[in-house]
């Protein structure tokens, strides 16, 4: 969750200066009353009403929810500083879409895609391919693509190599887009991954994505 990502970041990262946002009054209100003192600010509002300006903006399972995913991305870039930073760990389609498009439905997702986008609230649901096409229209070129689901074997130790069957009449949305979450990731139609974009970097062809099976992550 965001506290425990800030508080992360602020016993490994010290020099940072550190603001996260949320839009859930229990999530803020656990940060703000209940975790030990600390020095990074929260604020209760959309990570699309930035008002400062930064050198990273982190984002971990929270752009898949935009309403507007081109729109979130001309906010962040518009606010993080020339040569700064955004990195997305999320959920992608595997597939690109317009390969899709050409094999399955219209709208380049098959029913199962689209009853995940509808049950987890993943409004911005796309690909690499998809986001970073879109950002790049923003200044923001792809500098790192990072396999973090295979990097941590969760199809095999979260999900044990489980595809679970669907009820799609159970009325818990919850319930039902984790269940899809798990499938659609063990049958291999979404992936977790970690991007980075780089703002106003000259744009690099052919990023390879990264396979290692022992993340290393450290942004300075």
Same mark, same amino acid.
Not at 6 to 11: A, G, Q
Not at 85 to 91: N, Q, T
Not at 92 to 104: L, Y
Not at 105 to 125: P, T, V
């Given at each position: ?7 992360? &970041? ?29 020095? &990074? ?19 971990i ?30 959920? &992608?389609?595997?597939? +690109?879409e317009?390969?899709q ?8 997702? +098959? ?13 911005s ?9 879109m950002a790049?229209?923003?200044g ?10 295979e ?6 130790y ?26 659609l ?11 980075? &974009?780089?703002?106003?970097q ?18 300075d």
């Amino acid at each position: 969750g965001l506290g425990a990502g800030l508080t992360f &970041f602020e016993e490994t990262k010290a020099h940072w200066s550190l603001t996260g946002c949320t839009i859930l009054e229990y999530q803020y209100k656990f940060i703000t009353t209940i975790l030990p003192p600390h020095n &990074f600010a929260v604020r209760l509002k959309s990570y699309d009403d930035i008002e400062a300006h930064y050198d990273v903006i982190y984002s971990i399972e929270g752009l898949i929810h935009s309403t507007d995913l081109n729109n979130t991305l001309q906010i962040w870039s518009r606010h993080v500083n020339v040569g700064g930073l955004i990195v997305v760990i999320d959920d &992608f389609i595997a597939k +690109d879409e317009g390969a899709q498009k050409e094999e399955e439905h219209s709208d380049g997702l +098959d029913e199962e895609l689209k009853l995940f986008r509808q049950s987890w609230l993943a409004n911005s649901l796309t690909s690499v391919k998809g986001i970073t096409d879109m950002a790049s229209t923003h200044g923001l070129y792809l500098v790192k693509d990072f396999d973090v689901g295979e990097a941590y074997q969760v199809v095999e130790y979260n999900y044990r190599n489980q595809v679970p069957k669907i009820d799609d009449k159970r009325k818990n949305q919850g319930w039902l887009g984790g269940q899809l979450r798990q499938r659609l990731t063990v049958m291999g139609k979404i992936t977790y991954r970690m991007l980075v &974009f780089k703002k106003n970097q000259l744009p690099r062809t052919n990023i390879t994505p990264q396979r290692a099976r022992r993340p290393a992550i450290d942004f300075d």
